[in-house]
């Protein structure tokens, strides 16, 4: 077992999790954006940032959901640096989705009041990968990826035609956190926004009504649940 500190509260872990692991054990609160249980940890978001200390050595900001656990760590999830750094992040974020409600409510808790930046096109995406870690580790089909670099970056099928592997699951378009990813679902098809052609829609050979893989929407609805609040209903889209 790993023995640390977090908000001076005396932890005990099992060798191998994360700080964000402890914490959501402890209930210690930590705001995320691009970390899903079900997913790989990603390290995109920088809302998970804690001041991290190993004495007698200097502090330094690291990325919960990424750093491991070890043995004699102080951890601080709310010390002024921690504060600072959330605040900036949050700004950036808005930057690309001015009107998220969890970004807003962020914006809020983290005294963010101008938000000074301005993406040239806005698209609600904050780059923050989970829609291509559910299509390649959720659904195991790899349809869209990351492409370009900076500020330019986005996520796309490639050559932004619909990839023939996609199987119009959807899972991009639950997962998304901004609601950047939109799906039109008309009877027959399913179109996804970056992509050009349609997907012929899949039904359940035996109730004939649900097409998305049960586990998946489970999944997913926890994730939406946990940070919205309220659960959503996949007919809805
Ligand atoms: S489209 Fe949504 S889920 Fe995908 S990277 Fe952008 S914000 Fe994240
Ligand atoms: S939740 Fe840790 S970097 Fe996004």
């Given at each position: 077992m790993i023995h640390l500190t977090i908000d001076d509260h005396a932890i005990e872990v099992p060798e191998g999790r994360t700080l964000l692991e402890a914490c959501r054990e402890y209930n210690i609160e930590v705001p995320t954006l691009?970390?899903?249980?079900s997913l790989e940890p990603?390290?995109?978001?920088?809302?998970c940032m804690v001041e991290y200390a190993q004495p007698p050595h200097p502090s330094k900001l690291v990325a919960a959901c990424v750093y491991p656990c070890e043995e004699g760590a102080v951890v601080s999830t709310h010390s002024e640096s921690v504060r600072n750094s959330r605040r900036i992040t949050v700004e950036l974020l808005l930057s690309s989705a001015p009107n998220d409600p969890y970004l807003l409510q962020l914006a809020q808790e983290y005294g963010v009041t101008d938000v000074r930046f301005r993406m040239?096109?806005?698209?609600?995406?904050?780059?923050?990968g989970l829609c291509v870690r559910a299509c390649n580790e959720?659904?195991?089909?790899?349809?869209i990826s990351m492409i370009n670099r900076g500020i330019s970056k986005e996520v796309s099928p490639p050559f932004k035609v619909i990839s023939?592997?996609?199987?119009?699951?959807g899972a991009c378009v639950l997962i998304c956190p901004t609601g950047s990813i939109k799906l039109k679902d008309v009877i027959g098809y399913r179109s996804i926004h970056f992509a050009e052609s349609d997907i012929e829609r899949v039904y359940?050979?035996?109730?004939?009504?649900?097409?998305?893989?049960p586990t998946l929407v489970k999944d997913i609805e926890t994730l939406m649940q946990n940070r919205t609040g309220h659960s959503i209903n996949k007919k809805e889209l």
């Open positions: 691009c970390y899903h249980p990603f390290g995109a978001c920088r809302l040239p096109e806005e698209n609600l995406c904050v780059v923050c959720i659904v195991g089909v790899r349809a023939p592997t996609c199987i119009g699951c359940c050979q035996i109730c004939s009504d649900i097409d998305l893989q």
